[in-house]
């Protein structure tokens, strides 16, 4: 698995978009993502035909993996192991770059989507959850493509790929930090279309644009929560017996308790501000009676994405340890403190109903 650079301050907003010469990679990846959204939705496909396309999808986007990535001198933030965020992103081999290059990100963005995309045909993901990330993609696609001329006639050249382990237990660790890698440059994504939708709702802008951003945002966070399936896609056993304790031992390491959590996580914390204000303007504005229907309908859709990732979190917790706590959980308890009885699933169950509360505005 490569090394993943981004940006410093987890923002699309703060890249320098100077350099676009990867457009051209881009637009050619739209087209292999529409070609298997047509696959994947059909109203008609048999599973050998599925996996042959992944097969293809995964051949013809191969040249993607392993870009040169140049920077300059001091471009790339050293880390300071006593900041919560470098330490996670340590642990899942992230590098933050100061003054990020538009074509830097670019580069980045499609090596992470082809190793994901390469991977496909070794999991156990639904055909849903792949469809949600390929929307994502669309999504993301159509922001860096926008007003850009790209060549239709663009071919890519082969690269040198870099190897994906073999070993059962590498495996899994690789799927596990490629996830968050997908993950991440989701999150950045979709906290850039909150952004633009809501600088249009404060400014009074054109409603088919906000309708558009607000559309966009959703499915890229959306294709986080497959993030999550793809990369907790090993048994459980593999989970209990080399993730946990994998990452057990990077946290005894910075002398931390004992898990992540998402205020660790840089592109969360940030995604998540930019998610509040827009939902804060949206229920003042609701309140007013000066929004249109159109946009609420938008934010709802985000509502039932935002509900239902928590969901899917809390089983996969559950599925992967069962009625034991989380890692962050056990990392507090003191020794001879009374145990704590609610389990991991527990926890985020209990945070779902926080983000049922949070947006029932909406729907009331």
Known sequence: MNQC???????????????????????LFDSKVKKQIEIILGETYLLPEVLEAFKSFSEALAPLVNPSLEFDEGQVKVKDMNDKFDIYDNYFEVSRVNDMRSGQFIQQYLDTSAEIIDEFQYTSMSRGEIAY?????????????????????????????SSVPGKNEDRALYRWKLAHHGFAVFMITSAYCFEKATELIENGGDEDAIVDWLDKGAHL???????????????????????????????????????????????YVEWRSRKKRLLDLVKAKKAEGTIGQRVLDMVEMFRAFYLEDMHIHSII?????????????????????KPVKITAADVLRSMAAMRDKETSFLVH
């Not at 940006?7 to 350099?19: Q, T």
């Not at 390929?134 to 850009?148: S, V």
């Not at 559950?318 to 403190?337: C, D």
């Open 221 to 267: 966070f959306r294709a986080t929560t497959a993030c999550m399936e793809f990369g907790n896609s090993f048994t459980a056993t593999i989970y209990r017996t080399i993730i946990r304790p994998d990452m057990s031992k990077a946290n005894e390491e910075a002398n931390l308790p004992n898990g992540f959590s998402g205020t660790q996580n840089l592109e």
């Open 5 to 27: 650079y981004l940006p410093a301050g987890s923002s699309i907003s703060e890249l320098n978009f100077s350099v676009t010469n990867e457009i051209d990679k881009v637009y």
């Open 133 to 161: 990330m390929l929307k994502g993609w669309e999504a993301a696609n159509a922001i860096i493509l926008k007003d850009k001329n790209p060549d239709s006639n663009f071919k890519l050249e082969q690269v040198d790929r």
């Open 317 to 337: 917790a559950g599925r992967m340890v069962g009625m034991e706590k989380s890692l962050l959980q056990a990392g507090f308890i003191k020794p001879g403190t």
